[in-house]
């Protein structure tokens, strides 16, 4: 198992299949967009599936999450999908995307293995849009929840950015949309993974605003607490359910104690956090011909280094050199 010096133990796999994104959110890169990756440097296909498998058969891995950038952007990406669902046990595969694309790909995909998928949607206003994303997709987004849903890659989930001054006054319009149609809606507090390094405390929408602003128009009541186990989001029944609303308080309301994530980027490094300072390095020993035992080995030991949680409220904290895009959701 992967077990960290805390007791931990990391079921959940991030996979970053590429840093490539085709929209430009002011929280995560500029809107020139950055210099990505070489190609040389990325994982190739066959060494995502090998490290995958690698963690499902050898390292206890349970749940593989494909991410990105923006991972629809990979043209291997069904034939991923479908490897990973051959592995035995087989692992629940996900996928977080900005929705650009999947209008076209759920069928293939949910036909390949997929189980679901998480899609970013942080407005239902075509202006407001184009200012955060700095490209006019809204109507792709909203076509690609559509068609996830009709591909049965439920429960279709939501994840939604609040940012004080711009979408801040769409809290309950985008649950309102998400419960007319049978999404999950979560919220995220939005956090210091900018490419620009403009993050500032004051003007993130806290978890405690955002349950505010749901409770004015909404009943909310607390799910089963016992029931969430190491899920990042705190879950809340809508007028007395069974449709839900989960906000995830990462920097508020931090669930370091029982996180069970561990991320692989797409040039082939493991993090054990959004927030880490530091690599383990897996593609170099990849190919040098590393054998599976002593990449197990490598990838347990960086495991074991993991920190007890991210830092955010320390003195002496320091933003990850890489961006969202670049480490994966």
């Not at 001054?165 to 309950?172: M, Q």
């Not at 003007?203 to 016992?226: Q, W």
């Not at 990042?232 to 995830?248: H, M």
Request: glycine share 8%; charged share 25%.
């Amino acid at each position: 198992m992967l077990v960290d010096s805390f007791g931990r133990v990391a079921t959940d796999l991030r996979v970053s299949l590429t840093d490539r994104c085709n929209l430009r959110c002011t929280y995560c890169m500029p809107p020139e967009g950055l210099d990505w990756l070489p190609k040389p440097d990325l994982l190739t296909a066959e060494e995502i599936v090998r490290l995958v498998r690698l963690g499902v058969e050898r390292l206890g891995i349970t749940e593989v999450r494909f991410t990105g950038g923006e991972p629809l952007l990979r043209r291997e990406l069904p034939q991923i999908v479908a490897a990973a669902a051959a592995l035995r046990p087989r692992p629940q595969i996900s996928l977080t995307t900005n929705g650009i694309g999947l209008a076209r790909l759920a069928g293939v995909l949910a036909e390949a293995g997929l189980d679901r998928v998480n899609v970013s949607l942080d407005t239902l206003d075509r202006e407001v849009f184009v200012r955060l994303a700095h490209r006019d997709r809204l109507r792709d987004v909203l076509d690609g929840l559509a068609a996830a849903d009709e591909a049965g890659l439920t429960p279709v989930k939501v994840n939604a950015v609040l940012m004080r001054g711009i979408n801040d006054a769409e809290a309950v319009p985008l649950l309102s949309y998400c419960l007319e149609r049978g999404y999950e809606l979560r919220f995220i507090e939005q956090m210091p993974l900018d490419a620009q390094h403009g993050w500032r405390r004051e003007d993130m929408v806290t978890a405690d605003e955002i349950i505010g602003l749901l409770k004015d128009s909404f009943d909310l009541t607390d799910d089963d607490p016992a029931a969430r186990g190491s899920a990042p989001a705190e879950l809340f029944l809508v007028n007395g359910g069974p449709a839900r609303v989960g906000v995830i308080g990462s920097v508020t309301r931090p669930f370091c104690g029982t996180c069970d994530r561990v991320r692989l980027t797409a040039d082939g490094q493991i993090r054990n956090c959004l927030f880490a300072t530091e690599e383990s390095d897996l593609r170099t020993a990849l190919r040098s011909g590393a054998s599976d035992d002593d990449l197990a080995e490598r990838w347990t030991a960086a495991v074991a280094r993991k920190k007890a949680g991210h830092g955010i409220d320390d003195p002496g904290f320091l933003q990850p050199a890489r961006p969202m895009s670049a480490i994966g959701g």
